[in-house]
């Protein structure tokens, strides 16, 4: 009954040593009651949790509905990880290849054909430039001739990086360089472009460098769960960043929201409505209309100039405001916008109308939005059911109602009441 420690100190006859023994009997019986009291709460928490599951996929109404969301989203899940896991492995192995590749080329020579080296020159000036069918490459013996026009910004660097091409022997550089485009057809539009850097600098993460983050950023946690010091705190915060940015490939500056502009949140919609693409858009384009569809806009109100104020049920039903201007509109096909920069969600987005008939509308919805925190800001509010995609869902649902129908939603943030439903939807031109 007692360990080592409490046997050497126990006294051995005597009215003192019967006090020692009931005092080491009282603590042995006090560790078995608190054992066994927290082996019996973390059974009721269990049970509790076993309870409340059961409650909410059972329910009588909405049970059904939730049983289902809950199978296609597992679905979903074994469907895009049996698809990453296959993604992953064929970049690991070729990879693999490639730097098995690499290694040997150390030991053989450098010759190539003209061809080959010129297809490698070309596979660097997509990184380079963004006008690479601007600039014309051609290799004679190993030595490039570089010929057409670049801008000025990107020619400086040019020349030294084909330098480096394995094969390269000499580059003669003939470009024409300018400082703005101007009316050089050849550097008109394009983009640009981010040039050889470190792959983990990159916006985008190939599967081989989110596996290998992933992994690093659990093995940093492990040693946190390990170490219970200042030091274990700060890897196991690397670890978690280095995790999610693994398994979201998601930059950092989108996933907590600073500095990530209107881009944290993307939302595409496509929804077909029963109505001509002239009365659809005069729909839209009325934007006191959209209060009467949507359950979180309370306000919206043109305030001149392409630009408007709208009013919406933040977390816990705070009222969050900002502005809003119209960036591109072309009557009967597009709408765009974006917030101004001193508003608090920064967002942005454009609805196209493609007509598919006389009596039929293709409605395409895509958004962008920054939430307070970010992604993970948005993960949090969509783990409290305010997911913003399923209640776009639910809106252009409503609205496809409306217009189709001329009935106004009851659910809406300001229902329509009978008398102002003609003024709205023009009465009896929307229903069928």
């Not at 050497?8 to 019986?29: D, H, I, N, T």
Request: charged share 25%.
């Amino acid at each position: 009954m007692f360990d080592e420690r409490e046997r050497k100190w126990l006294p051995g006859k005597g009215a003192v040593g019967m006090w020692f023994l009931r005092k080491m009997v009282s603590r042995k019986l006090r560790r078995i009651w608190n054992k066994e009291n927290s082996n019996t709460a973390l059974a009721l928490a269990v049970s509790l949790g076993a309870g409340a599951g059961l409650m909410y996929l059972l329910d009588p109404d909405r049970g059904r509905r939730r049983r289902a969301s809950l199978r296609d989203a597992a679905a979903r899940t074994i469907h895009q990880s049996s698809c990453a896991v296959g993604t992953t492995s064929r970049d690991v192995s070729n990879r693999a290849r490639g730097l098995f590749a690499r290694t040997t080329s150390v030991f053989r020579s450098d010759d190539a054909d003209d061809d080959v080296i010129e297809a490698r020159v070309r596979s660097r000036l997509g990184r380079l430039v963004s006008h690479p069918h601007a600039v014309k490459a051609t290799v004679s013996r190993g030595h490039v001739t570089l010929t057409g026009h670049i801008l000025a910004r990107e020619a400086d660097g040019l020349a030294s990086c084909v330098s480096k091409v394995r094969g390269v022997r000499g580059v003669d550089d003939q470009l024409q360089a300018h400082d703005q485009p101007g009316s050089v057809p050849d550097l008109q539009g394009g983009r640009e472009r981010p040039g050889d850097r470190f792959e983990l600098m990159q916006s985008n993460w190939s599967p081989a460098a989110r596996l290998l983050t992933t992994l690093t950023g659990g093995a940093l946690m492990g040693v946190c769960a390990r170490r219970r010091d200042a030091l274990g705190f700060g890897l196991g915060t690397l670890g978690f960043g280095l995790m999610l940015r693994g398994v979201t490939n998601t930059e950092m500056k989108r996933m907590v929201g600073a500095g990530g502009g209107r881009r944290a949140i993307d939302i595409h919609k496509t929804i077909n409505i029963n109505a001509p693409v002239e009365r659809v858009f005069e729909f839209w384009t009325n934007y006191e209309n959209f209060p009467h569809f949507m359950t979180n806009v309370r306000e919206v109100r043109e305030i001149g100039n392409g630009r408007s104020h709208w009013v919406v049920s933040g977390p816990a039903g705070v009222p969050v405001e900002w502005d809003a201007v119209i960036t591109e509109y072309i009557p009967g096909k597009l709408i765009a916008w974006k917030s101004e920069r001193n508003s608090i969600i920064r967002n942005a987005g454009l609805v196209r109308f493609e007509p598919q008939n006389d009596h039929l509308t293709r409605l395409t919805v895509r958004m962008s939005y920054n939430p307070p925190a970010g992604v993970v800001g948005h993960a949090v509010a969509t783990a409290f059911g305010a997911d913003p995609k399923h209640e776009m869902d639910a809106d252009l649902a409503r609205m496809k109602t409306m217009i189709e129908t001329g009935n106004p939603p009851r659910d809406a943030a300001r229902p329509l009441s009978e008398a102002s439903r003609v003024a709205v939807t023009g009465g009896e031109a929307f229903a069928r």
